[in-house]
């Protein structure tokens, strides 16, 4: 009996023993986050346009700051075409890691799903907007040899000779292309529109008079104007540009509510951890905030722009809405 209760009690005091160790065992650890590390590893940039233009230079103004706050070596990825279809079906189809993001502009990210029967993606649903980079003011300029000096002018002269007048852009279904299709619908005005291959061709152009007027980005022009060779008739931000501070907007020269910039931002793939994405989007708009890059940016032609994810996908939202009337309107479609 006696050896009973000895083997008992040890019993009991081995299970006390145990509970209290395990009372004092630390708990198991978390499941590590996707985020916790990143990066890791080099980050892919893949750029919907050629080297050489202006987001493109955009971005390699940023990447010697990203490579030095993210600590991993950030490669840029030049894919044009199809408007940017090409590029960010890429970046659809990639790892949600954070390891590749996109850099898109007004077409792929909010008129391109109005404009092609067939999209290679979702632009409201298959990404995770990060934040928008910068905005490109777009002029409308005239050779010099147009009678009409002023946009009440350029108005005037269009109604009173319908489809006789030409207006270049930057290519079909281009921002450039919409900003002359939404001009000609709110200033009630039929333009016969010209595409071209880009802003530079287009402007050149109209220097030589080969075509009297046109809707090119800020940098193609600006020289120009302010040489005396081409006239401005105003500029599509909402605000007159410093760059052009004589030039008025098309909304305070006669359309109220006229708003057509180019722009563009970086996204991820959509599921990217939110960790991520506000590591990124801090990074980038304390880079685009510098006054350094912001007067550079400016000297470019370009405006810095840096958003919040949040503001970035509302304005990619509003932006799509926006475009897709006009498009309807106008008719536009792409194969």
Same mark, same amino acid.
């Given at each position: 009996m006696q050896r009973f209760t000895r083997a008992l009690a040890a019993l009991v005091a081995t299970g006390a023993f145990l =509970? $209290?160790?395990?009372?004092?065992?630390p708990a198991p650890a978390a499941a590590a986050s996707p985020a916790a590390g990143w990066p890791t590893k080099p980050i892919r940039i893949?750029? +919907?346009?050629?080297?050489?233009?202006s987001a493109d230079a955009v971005v390699r103004m940023l990447v010697p700051r990203l490579n030095d706050k993210l600590g991993q070596q950030v490669i840029v990825d030049n894919r044009p075409g199809a408007g940017g279809n090409v590029g960010l079906s890429l970046v659809a189809k990639a790892p949600?890691?954070?390891? +590749? $993001?996109?850099v898109g502009?007004?077409?792929?990210l909010s008129a391109n799903s109005s404009l092609y029967e067939q999209m290679p993606f979702d632009p409201l649903k298959d990404f995770a907007p990060v934040s928008m980079l910068a905005a490109i003011p777009f002029v409308i300029i005239g050779n010099p040899s147009?009678?009409? &000096?002023?946009? @009440?002018?350029l108005i005037a002269l269009a109604r009173k000779e319908p489809? &006789? $007048? @030409?207006?270049?852009? =930057?290519?079909? =279904?281009?921002?450039?292309?919409?900003?002359?299709?939404?001009? @000609?619908?709110m200033a009630d005005v039929k333009l016969v529109e010209v595409p071209y291959k880009g802003s530079g061709p287009a402007a050149l152009d109209v220097l030589g008079n080969q075509v009297p007027l046109a809707v090119v980005d800020l940098p193609s022009a600006l020289q120009h104007i302010k040489a005396g060779k081409l006239t401005a008739f105003a500029v599509t931000s909402p605000k007159r540009l410093p760059q $052009?501070?004589?030039v008025p907007s098309v909304a305070e020269a006669g359309l109220p509510g006229y708003d057509s910039t180019g722009w563009f931002g970086v996204v991820a793939p959509a599921g990217t951890p939110p960790a991520i994405v506000a590591r990124l989007n801090k990074e980038i708009t304390d880079a685009l905030n510098d006054e350094q890059i912001r007067t550079s940016l400016r000297n470019l032609g370009v405006e810095a722009a840096p958003t919040s994810? &949040?503001?970035?996908?509302?304005?990619?939202? @509003?932006?799509t809405a926006k475009w897709s009337q006009v498009i309807r309107k106008a008719n536009i479609k792409l194969n």
């Open positions: =509970g $209290l160790a395990q009372a004092q065992a893949v750029v +919907t346009f050629p080297p050489g233009g949600a890691d954070g390891y +590749t $993001l996109g502009a007004a077409g792929a147009v009678p009409a &000096k002023t946009q @009440s002018e489809g &006789k $007048l @030409s207006i270049a852009h =930057g290519g079909n =279904g281009t921002a450039m292309h919409l900003t002359a299709a939404l001009f @000609s619908q $052009l501070p004589e994810a &949040k503001e970035f996908e509302d304005y990619i939202r @509003s932006e």
